[in-house]
Each structure stands twice: as structure tokens, then as C-alpha cells.
């Protein structure tokens, strides 16, 4: 059985493209199937796990970049495999080198230019979003690589809900109003909308977003989630690169 990857139908478009996210669904009936080093899980099972995944996507493990992040506004423009330290978003306009965000309820967001071939991979938390870490990636992108806004493609893949993102009045105080909700004695916190106003702030369309429907929270069987499973938690990657 081969390890159950999430793609988009938006980056499906694109025959030039990999992408995928994990899921806990592996292969040898592992249920948990997790892919990040700083949890509690054997190294040596994540580092076999980790082949699987690429394998399954046809992506060389010699040509990956990983970033260790922590929930910065810090994006890092790539040229070769490697590891990034605090850092939570990647770009490239090289070819053959995949990019990769790790996740655990926080919205990975991959991104495609096919005019000028650039693709990304940023981390949005709600730190994150609130220091406008998709905002200071896509300007720069905008005016250092020439992004073109009319061609370019977003998918944010699965992630905490609106619903299910609970938080205490003071994180809640951070955001516009009109992204907040109040729900018993706590406050939720809509990011995916504030993360979309940001890049359609910035002139990109809204038909070139995707935003996936799947929960991490609620979905325990399928996703890793932090919130739910605590320290027992896996990780998840987000993968994006343009394949020679
Ligand atoms: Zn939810």
C-alpha cells in the first residue's frame, strides 16, 4: 500500500509540477506515519518514512530544501538542497528542487508562477499570519522576482478550521473583527480568510486560490493535528518543486 498523498486540483493543472501533502496514512499499516524529526517518535522510522513519501512522489531526497521554522515572517530565496534555520517560507526559480513545509494544523501554502516559473512553500500559523509572513513572501516575490500576480497559483492545504482554531482575547485582540468569532468562553480565529485577503489585497484572484475544506483537527484519522494530539503529535510535509 502506498502512503495516501493530498494534492489540489489548482497545482493538478500544471504537468511541470510536484506537489503533495502527507497525511498519517503510510504504508505498512503505520497509523501515524510521520515525517517531523522534533517529536517524540523514533528518528530512524520518521528518516524511513520520510523516503516513502518522496519515493512516492518521484522526488530525488538529495534535491530537498527544509527550513527549520518558527513561526517567523522570514522567507529565504533558494538556489540548492540544503537546510534553512528560522525560517518559514521558501521560494526558487530553480528547477529540481523541492521545497518543503512542515505541518501540524498551521496552513501550508504552496505557490506556483508558471509564467516565470518561480514556486514557494510557506509556513502560516497564526504568528505567522499576523506578521504577514504570506504578504512579506509575495511582495517580495512581486518585486524582486517579477511574480506575475495574473499567473500565479495558490493552494493552502489542509489545516485547522476556522471552527475548530480556539483562542484566548488576547490572540483574538490581534486580528480584524470581522476574522473573529466569539464561541463559548474562547474566540476563533478565521486564518485562511486572512491569509486570502492577503494575496487578494495584493491583486492576485481569488479563482487562482484554493483553499482546502479538509480540518486537521477534525479529521483524526486521516491528519496530524498539534492541538488535538499534543506532544504526541506527527508532522506532516507540504511539497513543491518543478520537475526538469
Ligand atoms: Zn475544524
Not at 486570502?196 to 486537521?216: A, R, V
Amino acid at each position: 500500500m502506498k502512503p495516501v498523498i493530498i494534492k489540489s486540483h489548482i497545482l493538478s493543472f500544471f504537468n511541470e509540477i510536484v506537489h503533495g501533502i502527507s497525511t498519517r496514512v503510510g504504508s505498512v499499516n503505520d497509523s501515524n506515519f510521520n515525517l517531523g524529526i522534533n517529536s517524540n517518535s523514533n528518528k530512524e522510522v520518521i528518516y524511513n518514512n520520510r523516503k516513502i513519501f518522496f519515493k512516492t512522489l518521484n522526488i530525488n531526497e538529495n534535491l530537498v530544501v527544509y527550513q527549520q521554522q518558527v513561526h517567523s515572517n522570514r522567507y529565504q530565496l533558494v538556489e540548492a538542497p540544503g537546510f534553512i534555520k528560522e525560517n518559514d517560507a521558501l521560494i526558487t526559480v530553480q528547477e529540481n528542487l523541492f521545497l518543503i513545509v512542515t505541518i501540524a494544523d498551521c496552513i501550508p501554502i504552496l505557490f506556483y508562477d508558471k509564467s516565470n516559473r518561480i514556486t514557494g512553500a510557506i509556513h502560516a500559523g497564526w504568528r505567522g499570519t499576523y506578521s504577514k509572513i504570506v504578504l512579506n513572501t509575495i511582495e517580495f516575490a512581486i518585486s524582486k522576482l517579477s511574480l506575475d500576480i495574473n499567473n500565479t497559483y495558490f493552494y493552502f492545504g489542509p489545516s485547522i478550521c476556522a471552527n475548530c482554531f480556539e483562542v484566548d482575547e488576547d490572540v483574538a485582540n490581534l486580528f480584524e473583527p470581522r476574522f473573529v468569532k466569539k464561541k463559548n468562553q474562547k474566540f476563533t480565529v478565521d486564518l485562511q480568510q486572512i491569509n486570502l485577503q492577503y494575496l487578494l489585497d495584493l491583486g492576485i484572484k481569488k479563482n487562482n486560490i484554493q483553499i482546502s475544506k479538509l480540518c486537521t483537527f477534525e479529521l483524526n484519522q486521516l491528519l496530524h493535528s498539534y492541538r488535538r494530539d499534543k506532544e504526541k503529535s506527527g508532522r506532516m510535509f507540504g511539497v513543491i518543486g518543478i520537475r526538469k
